[in-house]
Nanobody
């Protein structure tokens, strides 16, 4: 079993920054690919960013490329999402997810474990 706990969400003005964290339980975090997804009210959950087990490879949705940075610290069993230049359309519940097969993907179907989510609200 893997437990994921997100933190760092909140209310921020457009143009501001937030840093989300995802703390994972278990001793095999370093073998998991990890991803961030988000879901806005009335919309489907969408891919935001993913990172390989080693952290050497990352992938971003076009909507966040150049503004968001995904990273991980395997020694701390933690993944991060640095969000800069936030826009009102970034408002959503943000979820972290783990792919125990280590194949990072844009598809939510590839991920085995999910956190409970953290709310990010960007006001204009």
């Amino acid at each position: 079993q893997v437990q994921l706990v997100e933190s760092g969400g909140g209310l921020v003005l457009a143009g501001g920054s937030l840093r989300l964290s995802c703390a994972a339980s278990g001793r095999t975090f370093s073998s998991y690919a990890m991803g961030w997804f988000r879901q806005a009210p009335g919309k489907e959950r969408e891919f935001v960013a993913a990172i390989s087990w080693s952290g050497d490879s990352t992938h971003y949705a076009d909507s966040v490329k150049g503004r968001f940075t995904i990273s991980r610290d395997n020694a701390k069993n933690t993944m991060y999402l640095q969000m800069n230049s936030l826009k009102p359309e970034d408002t959503a519940v943000y979820y972290c997810a783990a792919d125990t097969l280590g194949i990072y993907s844009e598809s939510s179907l590839e991920y085995d474990y999910w956190g409970q989510g953290t709310q990010v609200t960007v006001s204009s």
